[in-house]
């Protein structure tokens, strides 16, 4: 395969890519609507919180997850949970949450918003692109994690830059980019292989994770970002 057709192959598996994440979307909103701002519960615990308005399996019953990072905001949480071994799916779930003050204590909101990262259509997509261990961590960054655009459609003021992703390598444990070292790597298991979630609270750059060209496609093997993993 040479480098125009890989190119329009990558380009097919973002549309795919998107198309399913779209088609998940709108059957989560169709048949597992998530409450509106009128509606909203507030509960002691984030525990509590995440399982109401949580992901639902086929069956009609809510999925719990093992609650592995937590990122915080002025009146917001983003939660990643690994979701339970009976939901037979290698992903990672990302809810976002309302936080307020009650008495002094933090109150968390039923979930407001949800997506997935889907492991095996990660991977996919990093071996048809040809990525390397930084090309990956680009596309994370670029495909699933620009949080102000979260923060817009939430209506929520997000001014830190939160960002978070997969890798194949251990070495994300030494991720920097602009030098600022990673949060936090969770190791996590997904039949048999070890897969590296890791995630940036507060990413203080404002530079883009890729370069465009002049038709707007993204370069995910180079960007303004500069991104090590020494």
């Not at 309302?98 to 990660?122: C, L, P």
């Not at 190791?187 to 404002?206: K, Q, S």
């Amino acid at each position: 395969m040479d480098r125009t057709e890989k190119a329009i192959a990558f380009l097919v598996a973002i549309c795919v890519f998107w198309a399913f994440t779209g088609c998940n979307a709108y059957l989560l909103e169709k048949y597992y609507p998530l409450p509106d701002s009128d509606s909203i519960d507030y509960y002691d615990s984030v525990e509590e919180a995440m399982i109401h308005g949580s992901f639902i399996d086929h069956e009609g019953n809510t999925i719990v997850g093992e609650l592995i990072g937590l990122l915080y905001g002025d009146a917001y949480a983003i939660l990643f949970l690994r979701p339970e071994p009976r939901y037979n799916r290698n992903r990672v779930f990302v809810y976002f949450l309302y936080v307020k003050k009650e008495a002094g204590t933090n109150m968390y909101s039923s979930i407001i918003n949800r997506h997935f990262i889907d492991w095996e259509q990660h991977k996919g997509l990093c071996k048809l692109a040809g990525l390397s261990d930084t090309g990956e961590i680009r596309l994370s960054i670029f495909l699933y994690s620009q949080s102000g655009d979260w923060g817009k459609e939430l209506n929520i003021d997000m001014p830190q830059r939160h960002v978070w992703g997969f890798s194949r390598t251990e070495r994300v444990k030494n991720l920097a980019i602009e030098g600022q070292p990673v949060t936090e790597v969770i190791e996590i298991e997904f039949d048999e292989e070890t897969v590296y979630f890791w995630y940036f609270d507060d990413l203080a750059t404002e530079k883009s994770p890729v370069f465009l060209d002049e038709i707007g496609n993204p370069d995910y093997n180079n960007g303004e970002m500069v991104i090590t993993m020494d």
